[in-house]
């Protein structure tokens, strides 16, 4: 008889709760302009876990940074590469 494990939201929901605690630099900057409906009227989610079965016994969830669910598009963040983008919207986009 196969063995299978389900999901545990209980420890899924206690990470959502401490990333959403600690945001980076990068997903603060962005939450400020997403959150209230201001980009088109979209909802996005911040911290949302996506759930899937990554094989007959093994189930997985990885954490979006942002996700609008009338769309169904995930975004997640390098922070670095956020910095690096936020310096160059700031300068002018120069070299």
Known sequence: MSQTRKFDFKKITNHVREFRKN??????????????????????LRQHPILYQGNLIRHNYFIADF???????????MAQFMKKVLIMTHSGMRN
């Open 67 to 77: 996700f609008v669910f009338k769309r169904r598009l995930s975004l997640s963040l």
């Open 23 to 44: 945001p980076t630099d990068s997903e603060r900057l962005l939450w400020k302009e997403l959150k209230g409906r201001k980009l088109n009227g979209y909802k996005f």
